[in-house]
């Protein structure tokens, strides 16, 4: 009787009206500031031993658009929205299911250290289901840009395509290419999670509300992300690299630093990175990851909050928070 309890807690209207929020704004916030993760890519992948000081994001972005043209600050949006929309939708349903198995409906239950607990459990079942579209979506917003051959850039037109292609030149493992970093990565949306559910029980707390503005949403969000993605981005600098690398490239690699990459653990690329460039090169692009991720992030929680609160309030129904 209990485990059927537990069971029609996972399946939920309310699980799957967060979900549906959650990924509607994702992409809606996505789509608004996707040059400055294009940008990010860039700066993360590029060697610093050929390219100099690291380039600033409003250089990178005049480069580009000079250079390749508007559009190009817009390669490969298609296919990342069609990951994100999945992604989101497997973590926010994840997490809001977890979140009413164990406290049950009990708000009182609910503090930072079982958010932070939930949030990496849903994390955890995200990065399997979803690594291998991030994979594709790596290459494809690098095609005809990080030096692969016009043989290989040809299979990553779209998302589909390019699942193919990685699953036929290198199997699993290359679907699902960078999995470790990103298993140590669900750090960064637990981090996220914990502070955002966290100063937003303190606001409606200390203001006695339990109304939120648009604006109040906007700037929780950024505190959140802002938090998670300093204490977070050398791991993400690193699983960038992983996923970028084909066995082309690696094959075809002839720089020493490219050489020391190859196949080797997320500990051993870091350490490398810190003895070739120092402290600066594990922060590398952040400039740009932290202007992508906190707007990206605050316009996805006030999308979120209010598409979730606006479909309850349609149907009449009070949401789960």
């Known amino acids: 009787m209990v485990a059927a309890s537990k ?3 996972v399946f939920t209207y309310d699980s799957w009206v967060h979900a549906m929020s959650g990924a509607a704004g994702g992409c809606i916030a996505m789509s608004t500031f996707y040059p400055l993760d294009t940008v990010r890519s860039r700066l993360q992948l590029e060697d610093p031993e050929k390219n100099g000081e690291a380039r600033s994001t409003m250089q990178v972005i005049k480069e580009i658009v000079l250079g390749e043209g508007f559009q190009s600050l817009y390669r490969g949006l298609g296919p990342v929205l069609q990951s994100l929309c999945i992604s989101n939708f497997v973590y926010f349903y994840a997490f809001h299911c ?3 198995i164990s406290s049950g409906g009990d708000k009182k239950q609910q503090n930072a250290f079982k958010d932070l607990m939930l949030g990496a459990v849903a994390g955890i079942i995200n990065v399997f289901s ?3 579209f991030w ?4 290459r494809l917003r690098m095609r005809d840009v990080a030096g692969t051959s016009d043989e290989v850039n040809k299979y990553y037109k779209s998302l589909l395509s390019g ?3 990685v699953a036929k030149t290198e199997g699993v493992k290359g679907l699902w290419s960078g999995t470790i970093p990103s298993l140590i ?3 960064n949306p637990s981090l996220q999670f914990m502070m955002y559910e966290l100063l937003k029980r303190n606001y409606i707390k200390y203001n006695r509300s339990s109304e939120i503005s648009s604006l109040g949403y906007f700037v929780i969000g950024a505190i959140a992300k802002a938090f998670a993605t300093v204490m977070t981005y050398p791991l993400q600098l690193v699983q960038t690299k ?3 690398r084909t066995k082309e490239q690696n094959g075809a690699s002839t720089s020493k630093q490219a050489a020391a990459q190859k196949d080797v653990g997320v500990i051993k690329m870091m350490l490398d990175i810190f003895q070739h460039q120092g402290v600066k090169g594990l922060f590398r692009g952040m400039e740009a990851k932290i202007l992508q991720t906190v707007l990206t992030a605050a316009l996805m929680f006030m999308a ?3 598409i979730n609160n606006t479909v309850f309030l349609l149907l009449k129904k009070t949401p789960t928070k």
């Open 185 to 187: 990565l669900v750090s």
């Open 98 to 100: 977890l979140k009413a």
């Open 163 to 165: 699942l193919r292609y």
């Open 7 to 9: 069971l029609s807690q």
């Open 304 to 306: 979120y909050e209010k």
């Open 130 to 132: 979803t690594t291998p």
């Open 242 to 244: 992983q996923r970028h």
């Open 135 to 138: 994979v594709v979506n790596t």
